[in-house]
């Protein structure tokens, strides 16, 4: 009969097993940062593009305003009574820079906080 021999796995030292539990945990918080960094981007893109659509909608409520009557509005409230524009104000500021009757008013939208 053959002798079996059984070898007992090498023993990490403790030093070991703590640069393995701070690789893991640096590993995890990279991670996490990632994630964070680009929710944060994805969220800053979508603002931005939702600010752009706001602008053009009510840019081309301008047109049309002046298409049919002749003139720019004066207001946004006059858009929004009139031609339809509608938008979240809890979310957006929006104002028109109007300098003469025949000139296309300037459209300021900001992102409220």
Do not use: W
């Not at 070898?7 to 539990?21: E, F, L, N, W, Y």
């Not at 981007?41 to 047109?63: G, K, W």
């Amino acid at each position: 009969m053959r002798d079996v021999i059984y070898h007992d796995r090498p023993r990490v030292s403790m030093t070991r097993k703590a640069i393995r539990a701070v690789a893991v945990l640096v590993a995890a918080a990279a991670i996490l940062l990632i994630g964070v960094l680009l929710f944060t981007r994805l969220d800053l893109d979508m603002n931005r593009q939702a600010v752009e659509s706001l602008r053009n909608n009510v840019t081309e409520a301008c047109v049309q305003c002046y298409a049919i009557e002749g003139a720019y509005p004066v207001d946004v409230g006059y858009l929004e009574s009139h031609y339809g524009v509608r938008y979240d104000a809890a979310k957006y500021a929006v104002s028109l820079d109007v300098g003469s009757k025949n000139e296309l008013p300037a459209v300021e939208i900001t992102l409220r906080r």
